[in-house]
Every structure is written in structure tokens, then in C-alpha cells.
């Protein structure tokens, strides 16, 4: 496998500029997950790796080998799509060997190679089905398949599950983790799912107006963002970002203009008895725990995380504590303050 480095890449497409000075180092071995919202040039970042995106300036290295204009052929890498793109007409080991077969590879290594895949990605039972007599999850798996028997030195998945329903998403979140422990592969996955990026990364890359906003382990990322934009976009619910308007008694800088807090480490008191008072607009029981949509004054919609035998009601008025060590705070232009 191979580490990637990223040197000060810019994409323009025109007058347009996609990607904006993008500076990252990938280990080997590592899962790496681009995330961001639509347009953020996470997936335009990932065909440029691939040589599917000319890039405009910079310098890209794989395995050490600068790679910034070659051929995608000669990259040693493998991408697997947001779509199946696998042959109607051929078999599971058809669609797996085809590449094989096109770039020399003997017979009996095509053979290996194949039962191998087709082990890790509990294919063997299915080697002379047609993709029209698979399920979705099981063609996903296929097309991951036709990427591993090419033994590339670095796996690129741009969305590959975002075709998938709810339930078999998250099996598959699951199985392709298993995979990169499996392979000790070095990978990179794009996402707009910041839920697959905090479950499966090694490292987030999280990605906005074509720069990146940020680097670090999902707990990094989720504990200490470094902007009130990836405060918002981490977590699910998202972090409560307000702005400040009068809130004297909470211990601030100079510079703060918007006060963040988790849903979960919102505490609630009684009226009065915290550092804001809220009244609950809304209650969702989700078994094990509650989420209590709260109005404050002059501001957004908050989210509390209680536990699911909280017993606060819809209408009722109460206080909110926010803890010293719990809050964010942020500056004009959205920066995290420390």
C-alpha cells in the first residue's frame, strides 16, 4: 500500500475555482474519510487522486511517486463508484476478472485473486450469478471486489452507499470497516454523511467552499472543531450555535460573538436557575433517550439529549445550564476561540 501526499492543489474549471490550496498527508494504511456538504469539492478532490480531474496546480505524490499528471492506469489505484457500474451480461467472476484480463494477468492469479475477494466479501456462493439476481448490497460488494483483485495501492470510494437503504447502509458501514482492517489498505472515502464519516475514519477531512476546514480523528473533529462551521456539521443533532446577546454570566473572551454547546451536554434546570431560560417546543422519544426542542429568545431552536425517562413536557418553562468545559465559543467570522 502507499501513503498519498497533497501539495497545494487547485482545481478551476474557467474562471470558476474548485479546490483551493489543498495541503494533506494520508499514512498508509489509513482510512480517510472528504466530507462535506454538496459542492464542497470533496468528490472533485477524489477524481483529481484518481487522474479523473486534471489538476490545475500542485503537486501530487502516491507511494512517493509524483503522479500529479499521469495517466489514471498509472496511479496504482482503484475507484469504486456512487453506482454499481458493473456488466448486465456478465457473471460476478466475469465482472471481476475483466480488468484482469485486459491488463495480462495469467489465468491462475486471475483465479486466486478472485476466490481471495470473493472470501473477505462472502461472494463465493454468488461467482455465477448475473448483478440482476443480486441484491443491492450484494453488487456493492462485487464492485468493491473488482477493486481488490487489482491489489491497488490506494482504494477510492466516491459515496459507494448512498444508493443503499437505511439498513443495509449501515451493514455495509460495518462490513467495509472489517475490509480495511482485513487489507490494511489505504483508503479514501468521500461522504456528505457526516454519521459514515465519524463511524468508519481513521482521520476526517472535512471540506467546505473548495478548502479544508479541518483534519483530525472523528473525536478531534467532534470535541474541538476549529469553526462554527464544522460545529454544525458534525454530529447529529448538530451542535446549538447561538449568538451571544446579553449573556453576561457565562465566562467568555473578548472576541466571542457565538456560544456552541452539544445537545448532550445541555443541562436542564429550573427556571432561571441556568445560564438561559428555554421553553420545550417539542419532545421526540427515542426509547433510550429524549430530544427536547427548545426556544430561547432572540435566538435559534436548541436541542437537548436527555435520557429517555426525562420527564420535561412539551410547554414546559425551564432553565439551561451550559457547562465551562462543554462550551465552544467563536468569533465574528466563525473561528474557534481557545
Known sequence: MATVEIRKINKFYGK????????????????????GPSGCGKS???????????????????????????????????MVFQSYALYPHM?????????????GVAADERNNRIMEAARILQLT????????????GQRQRVAIGRSIVKNPAVFLFDEPLSNLDAKLRVQMRVELESLHKQLAATMIYVTHDQVEAMTMADKIVVLNGGRVEQVGTPMEIYHTPDSKFVAEFIGSPAMNVFELKGMSNLPLRPDTVYVGCRPEHLV????????????????????????????????????????????????DEIGLKIPETRMHQFDRDGRALR
Not at 96 to 101: A, N, P, Q, S, T
Open 16 to 35: 470558476m475555482q474548485a479546490l483551493f490550496d489543498v495541503d494533506l498527508d494520508i499514512s498508509d494504511g489509513e482510512f480517510v474519510v472528504f466530507v
Open 44 to 78: 472533485t478532490l477524489l477524481r483529481a487522486l484518481a487522474g479523473l480531474e486534471s489538476i490545475s496546480s500542485g503537486t501530487l505524490l502516491i507511494g512517493g511517486k509524483d503522479v500529479s499528471h499521469a495517466e489514471p492506469a498509472d496511479r496504482d489505484v482503484s
Open 91 to 103: 457473471t460476478v467472476r466475469q465482472n471481476m476478472e475483466f480488468g484482469m484480463k485486459v491488463n
Open 125 to 136: 456462493d454468488y461467482l455465477d450469478r448475473k448483478p440482476s439476481q443480486l441484491s443491492g
Open 268 to 315: 436542564i434546570a429550573p427556571k432561571g436557575g441556568g445560564n438561559l431560560d428555554a421553553s420545550v417546543k417539542n419532545k421526540e422519544q427515542l426509547g433510550g433517550e429524549n430530544l427536547l426542542y427548545l426556544a430561547i429568545e432572540d435566538g435559534p431552536t436548541l436541542v437537548a439529549r436527555v435520557d429517555g425517562d426525562d420527564q420535561t413536557s412539551v410547554g
